[in-house]
C-alpha cells in the first residue's frame, strides 16, 4: 500500500453535532455508536445525503508517542451543526477549532483502514517535516463512502502543525 501524498489544508474551524462514546482500540465500539446514531440522523434528515464525520479526540500526544490500544479516546459521529436548524436533546455539540490538517483520500474498504493509518504515523509524518496537533482526527465520509466496500473513499484529516 502506497501513501498518497496529502492535500494541506487550514480549516477555519466548525461546528460538529452527533454522539459519543468513550473507547479504545483494543474494546472498538465504532459499530455500535453508528448503529446508534444513523437512526437519530435519519430522524431529523431523512434520506438527505450529507457528509457523516468519525471523528477521534484524544486526551493528549501520549496516546502516540507512547501507543497502547487499550488506552481510552473519545469517538463520535458526527455532522455539520449548519445541516439542521435546530440541534436534537440526543446530540452534542463538538468544536473542532481551526488549524492545519494534512488530508489523505483513502480508498478501500474499513479492515484496510488501520494499515493506512499506520503508513501515514509512521512513514509519512516522521518525513514530512510536521508534527502531529493536539486536536480532533477527522475521517469524512461524504457520496463515495460505501461502508466495508473495497471501492469506498474518504478523507483522513490529520492535524498538524
Not at 8 to 28: C, P, V, W
Not at 32 to 46: A, D, E, R, V, Y
Not at 116 to 140: N, V
Amino acid at each position: 500500500m502506497v501513501i498518497p501524498e496529502p492535500k494541506i489544508h487550514i480549516s477555519k474551524g466548525f461546528s460538529l453535532i452527533g454522539i459519543s462514546t468513550e473507547m479504545s482500540f483494543a474494546e472498538n465500539k465504532t459499530g455500535q455508536l453508528w448503529q446508534q446514531f444513523i437512526p437519530l440522523k435519519m430522524s431529523i434528515l431523512g434520506k438527505k445525503q450529507i457528509d457523516l464525520f468519525s471523528v477521534e479526540v484524544y486526551k493528549d500526544l501520549s496516546f502516540f508517542s507512547n501507543f497502547n490500544p487499550t488506552v481510552n479516546f473519545t469517538k463520535w459521529a458526527a455532522i455539520r451543526k449548519e445541516e439542521v436548524e435546530k440541534v436534537p436533546s440526543e446530540f452534542k455539540i463538538l468544536e473542532i477549532p481551526e488549524g492545519k490538517y494534512a488530508i489523505f483520500n483513502y480508498k478501500g474498504s474499513s479492515s484496510e483502514a488501520p494499515q493506512f493509518y499506520q503508513l501515514i504515523f509512521q512513514q509519512w509524518l516522521p518525513s514530512s517535516g510536521y508534527k502531529l496537533d493536539e486536536r480532533p482526527h477527522l475521517a469524512i465520509m461524504g457520496e463515495k463512502y460505501k461502508n466495508n466496500d473495497p471501492t469506498s473513499e474518504e478523507e483522513i484529516w490529520i492535524p498538524i502543525k
